[in-house]
């Protein structure tokens, strides 16, 4: 019986026979050129179907076992996480770049994460999303870790995500004010989640740890309330 060759990025259909491929399309940003060797080979390979997927990729349905091989070696891209337990997709949204209503970078700060982390192995599954602004076209209250752009810099979600239990993800930090930064705690909460020794999905092993220890365990302990309106210190 036919079964998912994760190796190959390819997902077994419903006809239990061919296979949906989906080169990594970070973001979802691509050029014409692109496309139209993405549509070339999709003919010369039989592709049924063309799917814009939910993670900003093309999936290609119906093909065959036996053209897989050549298609990803014509195509000459790499395959998109689209199964297994690892980084999937790092949903981004135009941002200032091309967005009216864009406050900060997503696309850039987007691609900054999907340079570092797409396709990475973790405990099980991880999806992340960066909005330009409050608006939030990436979805981020339904990603493991959710970047969403503010008047002040950006702010950070962790523990949402969609499917059969939704659950809506809980702010980490707001007011972050670089993409360094950002990187930054990113990493943190990547090397955290590795470390955890859980293989849960991230918003379960929060709702289990409790959300000031993850925090806590992420950030440092809270700054007491005299120094965050400049009392001094006792003496
Ligand atoms: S989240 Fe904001 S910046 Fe991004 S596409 Fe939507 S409206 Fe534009």
């Known amino acids: 019986m036919k079964k998912d060759i ?23 940003f691509t050029d014409t050129a692109t ?23 093309i999936a ?5 076992e036996a053209n897989i091989d050549p298609l990803w070696a014509e195509l000459a891209q790499q395959p998109g996480a689209a199964i297994g337990l690892c980084v999937r997709s790092i949903k981004i949204c135009p941002g200032t770049t ?8 997503s696309a850039a700060l987007g691609l900054k994460i999907d340079r570092l982390y797409h396709a990475m192995e973790l405990p099980n599954k991880m999806k992340m999303g960066v909005s330009g602004c409050m608006l939030s076209c ?43 930064e950002v ?4 990493a943190r909460i990547i090397d955290w989640y590795k470390q955890s020794g859980s293989e849960q999905r991230l918003g379960r092993l929060i ?9 806590e365990e992420l950030l ?10 400049g009392e001094p210190a006792p003496a």
């Not at 003919?43 to 993670?55: E, I, P, V, W």
């Not at 091309?98 to 970078?105: A, L, P, S, T, V």
């Not at 990187?183 to 990113?186: G, S, Y």
């Not at 709702?207 to 925090?215: A, I, P």
């Open 6 to 28: 994760p190796s190959k990025g390819a997902i077994l259909q419903r006809d239990r026979e061919t296979y949906a491929v989906a080169p990594h399309i970070p973001g979802g």
């Open 35 to 57: 496309l139209r060797k993405l549509c070339d080979v999709a003919d010369k390979y039989g592709a049924r179907a063309l799917k814009l997927t939910s993670a900003q990729r």
């Open 60 to 64: 290609l349905f119906g093909i065959e």
């Open 98 to 105: 091309w967005c009216k209503r864009g406050i900060q970078d």
């Open 138 to 180: 990436a979805e981020v209250a339904v990603k493991d870790i959710g970047i969403m752009g503010t008047p002040k810099g950006w702010r950070i979600y962790i523990g949402g995500n969609a499917g059969a239990r939704p659950r809506l993800a809980d702010m980490l930090v707001d007011n972050v004010g670089s993409d360094d």
């Open 183 to 186: 990187l930054a705690i990113i």
């Open 207 to 215: 709702e289990q740890r409790g959300l000031e220890q993850v925090r």
């Open 220 to 229: 440092g302990p809270p700054a007491s309330p005299s120094a965050a309106v």
